[in-house]
């Protein structure tokens, strides 16, 4: 089956840092999503992009957070100056068509 | 906006025996799917099962099956034959689809911790 791979699995980071998130969604998918998940709670939508934009972005997705599709494979997340309540595991996902999203392994990210 | 509300936080169940999930959901939408998603212990998120809206017929995968209520807004997984692996949480999501071309967030409930007993 094919994957949506992301790196790195746990990143650790200082309160005040840049912190970029990456995924290599697959290959024909058009359409590509962040969520988040913070520990014990659900999974929240943050955003959704697609023809190279944004297409829809949630109350939770602020000025600190950025997306890029800088090179037709990669699929980035950055947060520009993380806070504590930025600790979550970071979900990226894919899809083509009305068919499933595929989902990556996700990444944890843990502020500190 | 669409809400998905699942109201049991945690279900457990012997090995070999079923257990249903909850799961309902408001929306004013016509055309949309239902999916249940597996969360094991290592917080991959795992497809379960999937429900087109227009669909009248239950989904089937295996041992895991919905029962999918339109007009009621309700949307309960059932687990046949219960086994050890089984144990995770357990999501329902909803996806409006608009015409096929929506951008299709995935909406998702709070979770369901389910516990199977060796």
């Known amino acids: 089956e094919p994957e949506v791979t992301q790196t790195p699995s746990h990143q650790v980071t200082q309160m005040g840092q840049e912190v970029i998130l990456r995924c290599v969604p697959i290959s024909n998918h058009l359409y590509f999503y962040w969520y988040r998940q913070i520990l014990g709670q659900k999974v929240e939508f943050l955003v959704s992009f697609y023809n190279n934009e944004i297409s829809e972005k949630s109350e939770i997705f602020d000025d600190q957070f950025s997306v890029e599709r800088p090179d037709g494979s990669n699929f980035t997340l950055k947060i520009r100056s993380t806070k504590l309540e930025d600790s979550a595991m970071y979900f990226c996902?894919?899809?083509?068509?009305?068919?499933?999203?595929?989902f990556g392994q996700g990444t944890r990210l843990t502020v500190v | 906006a669409q809400t998905v509300t699942q109201s049991q936080p945690e279900m457990s169940v012997q090995e070999a025996e079923t257990v249903t999930l909850s799961c309902t959901y408001d929306t004013s939408e016509s055309d949309y799917y239902l999916f249940w998603y597996k969360q094991p212990p290592s917080r991959q998120m795992i497809l379960v099962i999937r429900q087109e809206a227009y669909k009248q017929q239950n989904a089937t995968e295996n041992r895991f099956s919905v029962n999918f209520q339109k007009a009621a807004k309700s949307f309960s997984l059932k687990i046949s034959d219960s086994q050890l692996g089984d144990a995770a949480m357990y999501f329902c999501?909803?996806?409006?689809?608009?015409?096929?071309?929506?951008?299709?967030?995935?909406?998702f409930g709070q979770g369901t911790i389910l516990t199977v007993h060796p």
């Open positions: 996902a894919s899809r083509v068509g009305t068919a499933r999203a595929f």
């Open positions: 999501a909803y996806r409006y689809n608009a015409g096929g071309t929506s951008y299709g967030k995935l909406t």
